[in-house]
């Protein structure tokens, strides 16, 4: 049977993660940041909770970009596995999620501390997905925003129909291949997060962990760099 690759279970984990953070953390985008702008007028409009934490989910992914950036080269400094490292931190921070959501029950307000610092725990977790896959999976497909896939995909296939890539067809399919793998697996982590919620809105926060741990048994020959 053939395993998932790391970026196809990180696209996977994507999606999860992002709805899991919408659905149960009053419309909180935990990967996909910029959104929150958009959820914040919203709030601010109707007068729902969440506020604080779509406030904090920017500044707290940039910082956390920051010092991954300094943790992984540190640790390519010393020969050690920066992958293996960060994969290990985003499977602490989605455990102490975990740990939390089952603590303090559903979150009805998103304003409340709890509510916050899950948030703010998945934020850090999804900003370390994010430096991971730019620093050592940067010749694949992103694995949480969708937007710039999609577009690719398209301007692809518009080469391939109008036949102006002849020269290079082959790797032109390899990439659609890849990226069309990615969109689908980030769409099934959205699908699986909306069932797992609707099911569980405490057990469904388990998977993020479950999802981190079988990566470390993922096939890792994709990486540009250990």
Request: net charge positive; aromatic share 6%.
């Amino acid at each position: 049977m053939t395993r998932p690759s790391l970026g196809v279970l990180l696209s996977f984990n994507g999606g999860y993660v992002d709805t899991m953070g919408f659905l149960a953390l009053a419309g909180l985008f935990t990967a996909h940041v910029t959104g929150n702008f958009v959820t914040l007028g919203a709030a601010l409009v109707f007068g729902t909770t969440g506020v604080i934490a779509k406030l904090l989910a920017l500044p707290v992914f940039c910082i956390v970009i920051l010092l991954t950036s300094v943790l992984s080269l540190r640790l390519k400094l010393a020969g050690r596995r920066a992958v293996v490292t960060l994969l290990s931190l985003k499977l602490v921070l989605f455990t102490i999620a975990a740990v939390a959501a089952f603590v303090h029950g559903p979150v009805l307000n998103g304003d409340s501390p709890a509510a916050i610092a899950i948030g703010m725990t998945l934020v850090t977790a999804m900003a370390i997905q994010n430096g991971l896959h730019r620093a050592y999976l940067s010749k694949l497909p992103p694995t949480t925003l969708m937007t710039g896939t999609t577009t690719q995909i398209m301007i692809d296939l518009a080469d391939l129909i109008s036949g102006t890539a002849t020269d290079h067809a082959r790797e032109l399919k390899q990439q659609l291949k890849r990226m069309a793998t990615s969109l689908l697996s980030f769409a099934i982590g959205c699908a699986a997060a909306a069932l797992a919620f609707v099911a569980s809105p405490t057990w469904c926060f388990v998977v993020p962990p479950v999802l981190v741990a079988l990566s470390f048994l993922t096939p890792s020959g994709e990486h540009s760099e250990a």
